[in-house]
């Protein structure tokens, strides 16, 4: 995700003459859309209730963990790109992987959506079943399955899942002979922030070889499967594939099978989905017939930017040894060019790190772009200062940003917040150091369609 380049000076998050009681500060919902009521703009009302939640804690009389990391998560946004899918692939039916982001609230709106699920696990395939979803809107993608999983995948009916290799079908067939299987592809997702045909799919020679195998153990066969690699940066990945897909789709037909469904996978993200959309038509239109059911398993595309964190600063360290000329490349957050910075630099060490919410940094990559949620000393908002931020466990790796500037001097007990934390972030979050692996989710909605199906 490209870091944004917003300066956010914390008097631009007080909105004047908004009336709180029209902003939801809960999960349990009054039926109001907080964005017909405010006419705030989305991620406004997100950084007010934010703002709200963070004022409400005294970090120096609260008790243990009061002060801890919370999200804020706007249903709103999952719905727009929900709507937005359909608008651009509306061939295609989203299957969104749970592994991503699990948030029961993100799930029970995705299901009310009539979206399916991709489920890498029993736990995934067990949360999605209990909020009533059924198991034909189940595929369990993944291609290397533990073997009681997939007895308890034919116990409950889950029949549509993925494999890639021969040993998988000997399994599949001592364990689930009646599975619809969909045979997993390799791509070329060297251009991917995540790579993933490292480990799974396979090329297309042993594809035709595992299809004969398929069809001597008396398998069903009933589609291809990729994925172009998550966080994909090139669409031509999705021409290449589809190309491949229609490939094995032929020697499937000489093999005996008729296949019916093709799953393109993840991998699309907020910035570039109509590009990849475009792309993904076009090759679908050229390969594949439309009773051929297509379906894709996004993640991302769906989570990121619906969860804004906050977190505090617990401690600080003054080094203002630290180099005080800018780097072009360091400057997260603010426009360093513009405004006049200050001598003194400082290690800032908050609650939340790479080994919880931050594990997005490490698993997927990602630079989260800190900005500030709120500063007790106003005093010297115009002078940019430069920072260190870290996280709270004893161990070196646990950085969230090397190099920064944001304005003014901040202190303990402030607060920072991050966008775009929906995504590769709590799902793999541990208890390192033993700090919790969860954190308070104020869910909202700032879409009315969503509202209308969640209740808040
Ligand atoms: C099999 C499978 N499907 C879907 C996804 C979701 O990918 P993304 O979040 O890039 O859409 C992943 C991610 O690792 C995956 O492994």
Excluded at 230 to 237: R, T, V
Excluded at 298 to 308: D, E, I, L, M, V
Excluded at 330 to 353: H, I, P, Q, R, W
């Amino acid at each position: 995700m490209a870091p944004s380049a917003i300066l956010l000076n914390p008097e631009d998050t007080i909105i004047e003459n908004y009336d709180k009681n029209n902003l939801l500060v809960s999960n349990h919902g009054d039926g109001k859309s907080i964005y017909a009521n405010t006419g705030l703009a989305p991620k406004e009302i997100v950084k007010q209730i934010l703002l709200e939640r963070a004022s409400r804690i005294d970090t120096d009389a609260c008790d243990p963990d009061e002060e801890n990391a919370f999200y804020v998560a706007d249903l709103g946004e999952v719905y727009r790109q929900h709507m937005r899918w359909k608008t651009n692939l509306p061939r295609v039916k989203p299957f969104y992987a749970v592994k991503c982001n699990p948030d029961e609230e993100v799930i029970k709106l995705l299901a009310a959506l009539g979206s399916g699920f991709d489920c890498a696990s029993k736990t995934e395939i067990d949360q999605v079943l209990g909020l009533g979803v059924d198991p034909s809107r189940i595929i369990y993608a993944q291609p290397c399955k533990t073997k009681s999983y997939l007895r308890h995948a034919a116990n409950v009916g889950v029949s549509q899942m993925t494999f890639d290799n021969a040993d998988e079908l000997y399994k599949i067939r001592s364990c689930y002979p009646n599975a619809e299987i969909v045979l997993r592809i390799l791509t070329d997702d060297s251009a991917s922030l995540c790579r993933l045909s490292t480990k799974f799919g396979a090329d297309l020679e042993t594809a035709a070889d595992l299809l004969r195998l398929a069809k001597e153990l008396d398998l069903n066969v009933v589609g291809v499967s990729f994925h172009v690699g998550s966080g994909a940066a090139d669409p031509s990945a999705f021409t290449k594939a589809v190309t491949d897909a229609k490939w094995v789709f032929d020697q499937a037909a000489t093999n005996g099978y008729d296949l019916k469904l093709l799953d393109v996978g993840g991998g699309f993200t907020d910035e570039t989905f109509e590009v990849f959309a475009a792309k993904l038509n076009d090759a679908l239109v050229d390969h594949f017939p439309p009773h051929v059911r297509v379906i894709a398993e996004p993640g991302r595309y769906y989570t990121a930017n619906a969860f804004t964190l906050a977190t505090n600063i617990i401690a600080r360290r003054d080094v203002s040894s630290l180099p005080s000329t800018p780097r072009s490349s360091d400057s997260y957050g603010s426009d360093v060019s513009a405004a006049s910075t200050s001598e003194k630099s400082y290690m800032l060490y908050l609650n939340d790190g790479v080994y919880g919410n931050f594990s997005n940094i490490i698993f997927d990559h990602q630079h989260p772009t800190a900005q500030v949620l709120h500063s007790n000393r106003a005093a010297d908002q115009d002078k940019l200062v430069e920072y260190s931020i870290w996280g709270p466990t004893c161990d070196g790796i646990d950085v969230i940003s090397e190099h920064c500037y944001l304005p003014g001097t901040l202190d303990i007990g402030d607060w920072l917040f991050f966008e775009n934390m929906g995504a590769y972030t709590k799902c793999s979050a541990t208890r390192f150091n033993g700090f919790k692996d969860t954190h308070e989710a104020i869910y909202i909605s700032s879409e009315p369609g969503a509202s209308a199906l969640l209740g808040y």
